[in-house]
């Protein structure tokens, strides 16, 4: 069965380092998703994507997030000048066209020291 | 504004006694509804979803769950509980065509 997949699993790294988190979707589908989910609290939206633009954002994704489409596969998450705040699993999903159900990856822990 | 309420962080049940976890959504209109569940280490897995068809639908792995409108509650049921059950659960709303609006989640423990 087609899955989700992100890398790395664990990403540890320094206050105001860059960090660019991956995902390679479902292969078909067309729609690309980033969640968080700060340890103890609930997950939120971050950003989707699709047709090589962002459809919709959160209060969160302020301009320290991006997202890029870098080839045909893969989907990723860049944090420009990481806070301690950013520490969280992120999780990435897609969706194919016309389908509200979202497919999800085993998520990328972040710690930021 | 539409949200999610899961009733319980967490749930402890016997292995072979029935399962319920709570979620409450408030919205505008009738929504779509789903169940996640996440096992540890592993990504968000859908269980089960409510489109405005059945109102109560069956899921993977015997779960289902009864769409009520005028309790505005789809709660997350399972006749007998099994130890591989134990996990993380997400009632969900999706929003419009691009996001989800996740509850809080509740984390089921089984005893053996």
């Known amino acids: 069965e087609p899955e989700v997949t992100q890398t790395p699993s664990h990403q540890v790294t320094q206050m105001g380092q860059e960090v660019i988190l991956h995902c390679v979707p479902i292969?078909?589908?067309?729609?690309f998703y980033w969640y968080r989910q700060i340890l103890g609290q609930k997950v939120e939206f971050l950003v989707s994507?699709?047709?090589?633009?962002?459809?919709?954002k959160s209060e969160i994704f302020d301009d320290q997030f991006s997202v890029e489409r870098p080839d045909g596969s893969n989907f990723t998450l860049k944090i420009r000048s990481t806070k301690l705040e950013d520490s969280a699993m992120y999780f990435c999903?897609?969706?194919?066209?016309?389908?509200?159900?979202?497919?999800f990856g085993p998520g990328t822990r972040l710690t930021v020291t | 504004a539409q949200s999610v309420t899961q009733l319980d962080s967490h749930v402890s049940v016997s292995e072979g006694t029935p399962v319920l976890l709570r979620c409450n959504y408030s919205?505008?209109?009738?929504?779509?509804l789903f169940w996640y569940v996440q096992h540890p280490n592993k990504g968000l897995q859908l269980l089960l979803k409510?489109?405005?068809?059945?109102?109560l639908v069956k899921g993977i792995n015997g779960f289902e769950a009864e769409f009520k409108k005028s309790e505005t509650s789809f709660h997350l049921t399972k006749p007998s509980a099994h130890m591989s059950d134990a996990a993380e659960y997400f009632c969900?709303?999706?929003?419009?065509?691009?996001?989800?609006?996740f509850g809080t989640g509740t984390r089921l423990k089984v005893l053996a």
């Open positions: 994507f699709y047709n090589n633009e962002i459809s919709e």
């Open positions: 999903a897609s969706s194919g066209v016309g389908q509200y159900e979202q497919y």
């Open positions: 969900v709303l999706p929003s419009g065509t691009y996001k989800y609006i």
């Open positions: 919205s505008s209109y009738s929504p779509s």
């Open positions: 409510y489109t405005s068809a059945a109102t």
């Open positions: 292969s078909n589908h067309l729609y």
